[in-house]
């Protein structure tokens, strides 16, 4: 793909993440997940909508993949949202 599709670049807009995780537990489980990512700088979670989104600001880049592996063994996905130019 691309550098822009297949990472979270370095900033603070971040890259937006919905996840299945609905209790305030189980976002804190993948919140905590998502932190173990070396590069990881910040994780801001809006619960306002649903699927919750998740936003995660980098200090290096960091391929989406890792993320996602990060948190499937909670039991829960990330997923990144959006196309190239989300902001």
């Known amino acids: 793909?691309?550098?822009l599709s297949?990472?979270?670049i370095p900033g603070n807009h971040g890259?937006?993440?919905t996840t299945n995780a609905k209790e305030q537990v189980e976002v804190?489980?993948?919140v905590e997940?998502?932190?173990t990512v070396?590069?990881?700088?910040d994780v801001l979670v809006n619960t306002d909508v649903f699927p919750a989104e998740i936003t995660i600001q980098t200090t290096e880049i960091v391929e989406i993949e890792k993320v996602e592996?990060?948190?499937k063994p909670t039991g829960f996905h990330a997923i990144p949202k959006g196309g190239l130019f989300q902001l």
């Open 1 to 3: 793909m691309s550098l």
């Open 6 to 8: 297949d990472n979270v």
């Open 15 to 17: 890259k937006v993440f």
């Open 28 to 30: 804190a489980k993948v």
């Open 33 to 35: 997940a998502i932190l």
């Open 38 to 41: 070396n590069g990881i700088k």
């Open 69 to 71: 592996n990060a948190v």
